[in-house]
């Protein structure tokens, strides 16, 4: 196994995190760390598609595999500790395989609960043909018991009618609200930072993303925040995995958490190490939190018919 690290040395580093990387099988990595090291895992695990970095097999063996990677990670996992598990579907022939159905019976198994289950769309993705195409994946967030880290201050939102009172009871004309704002529930909408929905309406990484690199299954900086604000504290290790580009390690580092990632493509560490430097010399393209999706204009040509289509008919023939 090779094991690369870095640790912070530039004197006008303006963030107070640590971060290693290791490159390496994440088993065998995963059995050489502490017990309950991390407060925080996140990550997006291979979904047995066959990318380049994954071999393709059964599912029934690829849950087998991955159960034995969970076991650890719960062992590695604090106390207080989150888990975090972003996955798609796994398709086959055509047949959609519902991974965090799937996983939530491995979690399960190992005692771990269940607080949300959040639901990631995005707009662009391939387009299938003979079913909808699939715009959303969805973070399984699990703890590992009822005392956990969860600060819901960081993440509250204006309320709606700060004003409002309690209208009868012992506290009748009282504010009912909470001067920090709302809880935000467990709908969050993330563009506008009112996490209202369930719905995390945040761009995949594409081409025209401002954080895009080699990776073909790279996520985007933001929909790690927020699970990093909610379920860490400063000073928090969080750790990733199957950290690919290094994009958890890079959100925890800019909140001031330390990042720990294992991935076993040494290209994606050479890259996750190039991100990280120029994120600590402040020259890192990340998509902001609160950036709308960007919208096009009603004169864009792209988002004008195109005169051909508005001479064809719903039967494929030209009028």
């Known amino acids: 196994m090779k094991v690369k690290e870095n640790i912070f040395g530039y004197p006008d580093n303006p963030y107070k995190s640590d971060y290693k990387i290791i490159a390496g099988d994440t088993l065998t990595t995963l059995q050489d760390i502490e017990t309950g090291k991390f407060d925080l895992i996140i990550t997006s695990p291979p ?19 991955q159960e034995i990677v969970i076991k650890e990670l719960i062992r590695v996992t604090s106390s207080k500790g989150n888990i975090c598990w972003q996955v798609g579907n796994y398709v086959n022939k055509g047949e959609i395989f519902p991974l965090d159905i799937y996983y939530y019976q491995i979690f399960k198994r190992y005692g771990l609960k269940l607080r949300n289950r959040i639901i990631w769309h995005f707009g662009h993705g391939l387009h299938a043909s003979n079913r ?24 509250r939102v204006p309320a709606k009618y700060p004003g409002k009172r309690h209208f009868k009871g012992p506290k009748k004309g009282e504010l009912s609200g909470n001067p920090r704002g709302k809880n935000p529930s467990d709908v969050w909408e993330i563009l506008i930072r009112d996490w209202e929905k369930e719905l995390w309406d945040i761009p995949n990484v594409k081409a025209n993303h401002p954080e895009k690199t080699d990776h073909p299954c790279q996520y985007p900086i933001e929909l790690v925040e927020r ?7 400063e000073g928090s290790w969080v750790l990733d995995p199957y950290a690919g580009v290094g994009s958890s390690m890079i959100a ?20 996750t190490n190039q991100r990280i430097n120029k994120l600590i010399k402040g020259k890192l393209n ?15 040509k792209v988002a004008m018919l195109p005169q051909e289509w508005l001479t064809l008919n719903f039967n494929g023939n030209n009028k």
């Open 227 to 233: 699970c990093i604000l909610a379920l860490t504290n």
């Open 47 to 65: 979904y047995n598609v066959g990318k380049e970095y994954e071999t393709r097999k059964s599912i029934e063996k690829y849950l087998a595999e």
């Open 252 to 271: 925890a580092i800019k909140n001031n958490r330390n990042a720990f990632g294992i991935e076993k493509e040494k290209k994606y560490v050479d890259i």
């Open 286 to 300: 990340i998509r902001p939190m609160t950036q709308p999706i960007h919208k096009p204009s009603p004169n864009d």
């Open 132 to 155: 909808f195409s699939g715009r959303y994946e969805t973070i399984l967030w699990f703890t590992k018991g009822n005392d956990y880290i969860f600060n819901l201050d960081d993440v």
